[in-house]
């Protein structure tokens, strides 16, 4: 719009880098107007912000394969909205579209950058999760990092979560054998076998490595670690001979400000030929078409189920990212905006 919208637009800054866990006063919410459109352009009203675990290391002014947020600045993350104004030939006011110009209201962005959403084969918000980035990350890190063989024996950390508990369920529809989960809180375990885990185990009960030796007395063949430190090292122990771990995230370090004192025992890597590999969802986008032919199928016909946590306004957001971190959410966590 080369003419100027009228709408004004609420964003998130962060303002002050955190040491260890953020706080709420390293956030503010402030008025901004949406720059006016140039050719190519659409603006956006978002509908659902993500919030999500990689955000913490944003925060914190170090190299990593995402760029940290800048003070004072407008913070990004993935968001689903309609399209309000377009002067694209590409997408037209009322398309559904996901992008990467989250925690705030509205977004003007190129339309290339926008990807349309597909409101026929699930509610938009799922796009954020189960059929969006965490989704894709399970579906690939199963599928190419573990490489998964039928009748391999799986052990996700993070199991309730977002990522996690997709790759559980996945995990059995890809042929293997048996699935073990770990999560931190006694509902969450009691939705994994729901969800049809073959075991399960809350993490705070007692060490993981009796934990997990008692749900998986022949060994573990894949390792998908969302966590770190003691689940990781409790993984290396069990793991089978040529085991493979996904090493997706560990999330159980992002706000430490010392190195982390496990794994003590990588040695065993060698000793068992253990293949230790890390995943990025974003080398994996050329498997979008597959990913949303396959995984839309199974949520269509019910073989997969995927669950949210959903906290309502703007204002919410950076309580809702807090939650997320200390464990409040089940599922993928997302922050709702009026419609
Ligand atoms: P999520 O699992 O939906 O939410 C985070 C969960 O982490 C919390 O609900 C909490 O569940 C658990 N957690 C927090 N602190 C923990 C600790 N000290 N020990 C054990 N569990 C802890 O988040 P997500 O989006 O699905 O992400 C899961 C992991 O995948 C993260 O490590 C994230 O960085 C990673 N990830 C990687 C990629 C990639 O491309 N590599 C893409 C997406 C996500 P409990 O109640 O069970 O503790």
């Known amino acids: 719009m080369t003419s100027g919208t009228s709408v004004t637009s609420r964003e998130w800054q962060l303002i002050a880098r955190p040491h260890g866990a953020p706080r709420p006063g390293d956030f503010a919410l402030r008025e901004a107007a949406p720059p006016a459109l140039r050719d190519g352009q659409v603006l956006v ?32 993350g993935g968001a689903v909205g309609i399209v309000m104004e377009s002067a694209a030939d590409s997408l037209a006011a009322g398309d559904y579209v996901q992008h990467m110009l989250g925690w705030r209201e509205y977004a003007v962005l190129d339309a290339e950058n926008a990807t349309p959403v597909d ?16 989704g894709l990350t399970a579906y690939a890190g199963l ?42 809180a006694d509902d969450k375990v009691a939705l994994l076998r729901a969800y049809g885990f073959s075991d399960a185990f809350n993490y705070r009960d007692a060490p993981v490595v009796d934990q ?17 430190g003691e689940h990781l090292e409790a993984a290396l122990d069990l793991l089978n001979p040529h085991g493979r771990v996904v090493l997706c995230g560990m ?5 430490d400000v010392e190195p ?3 794994p003590r025992n990588l040695i065993l890597a060698i000793n068992k030929r253990i293949r230790l590999q890390g995943l990025l969802a974003r080398d994996h986008t050329d498997l979008r078409p597959r990913f949303l032919s396959e995984v839309g199928g199974w949520i269509r016909d019910g073989k997969l189920r995927y669950q949210e946590t959903i906290a309502d306004g703007i204002e919410s957001a950076p309580q809702a990212f807090l939650d997320m971190l200390a464990g409040g959410n089940t599922g993928k966590m997302l922050v709702r905006l009026p419609g």
């Not at 999500?52 to 995402?66: A, G």
């Not at 026929?120 to 059929?131: E, K, N, Q």
């Not at 999330?251 to 706000?255: D, G």
């Open 45 to 76: 009203r978002n509908l659902y912000l993500s919030v999500d675990p990689y955000m913490r290391r944003r925060m914190d002014d170090v190299p990593s394969y995402v760029p940290p947020f800048q003070l004072d600045q407008p913070m990004e």
């Open 143 to 184: 599928l190419r990092t573990a490489a998964l063989k039928s009748g391999d024996v799986v052990f996700v950390s993070g199991a309730a979560g977002a990522v996690g508990s997709q790759v559980g369920q996945m995990a059995t529809l890809m042929g293997a054998s048996r699935v073990i989960g770990s999560a931190g």
């Open 251 to 255: 999330i159980a370090q992002y706000n």
């Open 119 to 134: 409101r026929a084969l699930a509610p938009v918000s799922a796009y954020l999760g189960a059929l969006g980035v965490t």
């Open 212 to 228: 997990l030796r008692r749900a998986a007395p022949e060994g573990i063949d894949v390792y998908f670690d969302n966590v770190g």
């Open 260 to 262: 982390a004192a496990a």
